[in-house]
């Protein structure tokens, strides 16, 4: 039979706030039933536990904070957790909204035992710091009904799993309250009275749903299930525990989001150019910033550096409730090949230059260029993103060039003495631009270097300075 | 006596003629004249404040300096006073790839993108326009610079009021009928260094003229048919 383990998050979206210190008692709280569904270790020790009232729980702290209960926010952190064990185990099941499924009879051939597997999950686990209560079970619901109940024990002998399903109460499976009331009535409120009876049985007397159930339990029915597929994409979300309308204080939680995407991409070899921010304003839309680096990058700490000169330049609308960080392409890691003897000092390599600088003053601002094999004057000099081009064209005859071209020929107004020309370029008639003009190497009385042409209407232009 | 003597050093208020300055370490300009008059060449890195007019020839006095480098590492231009020009840098054998162009929209972050590019140790030059700079800005350049084994140009045109500036040299263009006219007012380790000319026609010779004044070629009257 297979072995499965199941992890029950009692407190989810509690441990999933960003919050710094236990100094606040905080509670989350169900909006429809008006109970207390998670609390926090300082509104356990006011008194407060899960179930009471909202009134009730105000009375016994003054200061207490409450957050609605938010089903999506669980989810969310579920699917985060489940990435999270991916990488110690292979097959996992969601049970949402706050349990995770784990087939452990596999990953054995690869564990020593069940002791050190559950040594490694454990010690993965615990770095993401939320609570947890686990059982292990010979079947998925079986389990599921140990986690939920708290036995907290890791335990493959058989005859001790089947004892300690047996003592549970019927409360504690997932039937619906009238499906137990009824059993209440025939006298049966454990699992063990309800085993006893057989599975044809309780099919005369019951719905499909307690049949369903009980030949789950016991192995007895095949339960199918969706197991948990990473995607290949990092998108990870942070709920503040405060609202910062103050872009400086972004630094320490944005850098708790980029640790993780560090490690994410760390584990797979992989190095990314560009990574999304949404910043979640209070009644305002998303704020979406795109931060890049030309070299590619996978380590939090780059990051951080460029996205607090991304951020320096923006303005926020509204305070900001929560961050999502998004990497949705990624490459694999080509180190870059470095020559042990040469005497650079600096910090930078080219490309991580122009990633600061492109950060800080805008894409645009940064400017590279390349060569292209047009003759108009206008079009041989092609801006592009800098260093992206790698060729290096050896074709062109040599030209006497000016160093500077004025972005728009002005007309000439001043009187020059011409040195050297005409040298005519009557080209372009392939793509509806057609130019013919005959230009001239020009010195002004001041000593002044330009390159003027001569239009056909005999009109004179300023194109450029032999600075 | 000695007291005064004393107390005068430690405001360093005196200059020693005995004391030995450390060699700066230069890189020949490509012009035998500049190269002489330097005593070796221009600094290997530091700030070269240069005061010209656009258009006499004042980049084109760089570009043997700055080929010497290109290959491996970055030059960058932060607001230069028009479109740089590829073909003319390609023409001059540089790898126009590795030539990046910063317009930035304020002198304040041009000043930032200026010392983040000294520090990097990526680029190799950084020709740099800019009016008013102050001494605080200069002496974050040179320690930039320094880090960086970077050399700034900075290009101003000539103003009537000029601040002596920390910088490493300092250099007065004027326009000369063989080339450049340099006058240095200021440079490290050395005396100033009044007008001399550097000539370029070897390197420029369609942008040179001939010494006799007569040569200038008349502007052409239009023919008429």
């Known amino acids: 039979m297979t072995l499965w383990l199941y992890l029950h998050f009692p407190a989810l979206q509690l441990d999933s706030l960003y919050a710094t210190h236990e100094q606040h008692a905080l509670v989350i709280v169900d909006g429809h039933k008006n109970t207390i569904v998670q609390h926090n270790q300082t509104a356990h020790k006011h008194g407060i536990k899960n179930g009471m009232g909202l009134g009730t729980a105000a009375s016994l702290c003054h200061d207490l904070q409450v957050h609605p209960y938010k089903i999506a926010i669980e989810k969310e952190k579920l699917a985060e957790t489940a990435h999270w064990l991916y990488s110690v185990t292979a097959d996992i099941s969601l049970f949402e909204p706050n349990g995770i499924l784990l087939k452990v009879s596999n990953m054995l051939s690869l564990y020593k035992n069940l002791e050190h597997y559950w040594q490694t999950l454990h010690s993965h686990l615990s770095l993401l710091a939320l609570k947890y209560n686990f059982a292990t079970g010979y079947s998925p619901l079986a389990a599921r009904l140990l986690a939920k109940v708290g036995v907290n024990q890791i335990i493959s002998n058989q005859e001790n799993l089947v004892e300690h399903l047996h003592q549970q109460s019927l409360c504690h499976t997932e039937l619906s309250v009238a499906t137990i009331e009824k059993l209440r009535r025939v006298g049966i409120t454990t699992i063990s009275a309800l085993l006893n009876i057989t599975l044809t049985d309780l099919a005369k007397r019951f719905d499909l749903e307690l049949v369903n159930y009980v030949g789950r339990l016991t192995g007895q029915l095949k339960h199918p299930l969706n197991f948990y597929r990473p995607s290949e994409a990092f998108k990870h979300r942070?709920?503040?525990?405060?609202?910062?309308?103050?872009?400086?204080?972004?630094?320490?939680?944005?850098?708790?989001?980029l640790t993780k995407l560090e490690y994410f991409l760390k584990k797979r070899n992989l190095i990314t150019h560009e990574i999304t921010l949404l910043l979640h304003q209070r009644d305002h839309g998303d704020l979406e910033l795109t931060i890049h680096s030309a070299q590619g990058e996978y380590q939090s700490q780059k990051w951080l550096t460029l996205s607090q000169l991304t951020v320096e330049s923006i303005k926020l609308l509204a305070p900001v409730q929560s961050i999502t960080l998004l990497v949705k392409h990624s490459m694999p890691l080509n180190p870059l090949v470095e020559d042990l003897f040469s005497t650079a000092k600096g910090v930078y390599s080219p490309e991580e230059l122009v990633s600061v600088l492109q950060a800080k003053l805008g894409k645009q601002a940064v400017q590279g260029m390349h060569l292209t094999e047009d003759p108009r004057p206008e079009r041989s000099t092609e801006i592009c993103l800098p260093l992206s081009h790698?060729?290096?064209?050896?074709?062109?005859?040599?030209?006497?060039?000016?160093?500077?071209?004025?972005?728009?020929?002005?007309?000439?107004?001043?009187?020059?003495?011409?040195?050297?020309?005409?040298?005519?370029?009557?080209?372009?008639?392939?793509?509806?631009?057609?130019?013919?003009?005959?230009?001239?190497?020009?010195?002004?009385?001041?000593g002044r270097w330009l390159w003027i042409y001569r239009t056909a209407e005999k009109q004179w232009f300023l194109h450029g300075i032999f600075s | 006596m000695d007291k005064i003597i004393e107390r005068l050093q430690n405001q360093r208020l005196l200059w020693r003629g005995t004391e030995r300055k450390m060699a700066i370490e230069v890189t020949t300009?490509?012009?035998?004249?500049?190269?002489?008059?330097?005593?070796?060449?221009?600094?290997?890195?530091?700030?070269?404040?240069?005061n010209t007019p656009i258009g006499i020839g004042e980049i084109r006095l760089l570009i043997p300096y700055i080929k010497q480098a290109i290959n491996t590492r970055l030059l960058v231009f932060i607001a230069p006073p028009g479109i740089i020009n590829a073909e003319h840098f390609f023409a001059q054998g540089l790898n126009v790839n590795q030539i990046i162009t910063i317009h930035p929209n304020s002198h304040q972050e041009g000043l930032w993108a200026a010392e983040q590019c000294l520090k990097s140790g990526a680029c190799h030059a950084l020709l740099h326009w800019h009016q008013a700079l102050e001494v605080h800005h200069i002496k974050r350049f040179q320690i930039a610079a320094e880090t960086?084994?970077?050399?700034?140009?900075?290009?101003?045109?000539?103003?009537?009021?000029?601040?002596?500036?920390?910088?490493?040299?300092?250099?007065?263009?004027?326009?000369?009928?063989?080339?450049?006219?340099?006058?240095?007012?200021?440079?490290?380790?050395?005396?100033?260094?009044?007008?001399?000319?550097?000539?370029?026609?070897?390197?420029?010779?369609?942008?040179?003229?001939?010494?006799?004044?007569?040569?200038?070629?008349a502007f052409p009257s239009i023919r008429t048919r």
Not at chain 1, 238 to 257: C, G, M, V
């Open chain 2, 148 to 217: 960086g084994n970077c050399l700034h140009f900075l290009f101003k045109e000539k103003s009537q009021y000029s601040l002596s500036l920390p910088v490493s040299l300092s250099m007065k263009l004027s326009p000369h009928h063989a080339g450049i006219s340099i006058d240095i007012p200021k440079r490290k380790g050395g005396w100033p260094i009044s007008n001399f000319t550097v000539d370029m026609s070897t390197h420029w010779p369609a942008l040179t003229r001939a010494k006799t004044a007569n040569s200038v070629v």
């Open chain 1, 390 to 446: 790698t060729s290096y064209c050896q074709h062109q005859a040599y030209k006497l060039r000016p160093s500077l071209l004025l972005p728009r020929p002005q007309r000439l107004t001043e009187q020059v003495a011409i040195m050297q020309g005409p040298e005519r370029l009557a080209t372009g008639w392939w793509d509806g631009n057609p130019m013919a003009r005959d230009y001239f190497i020009a010195q002004t009385p001041n």
């Open chain 1, 238 to 257: 942070l709920e503040l525990l405060f609202e910062i309308d103050n872009l400086q204080w972004l630094a320490k939680p944005l850098s708790i989001l």
């Open chain 2, 29 to 50: 300009s490509g012009y035998p004249e500049l190269d002489h008059k330097l005593q070796g060449g221009l600094p290997q890195s530091g700030v070269v404040e240069i």
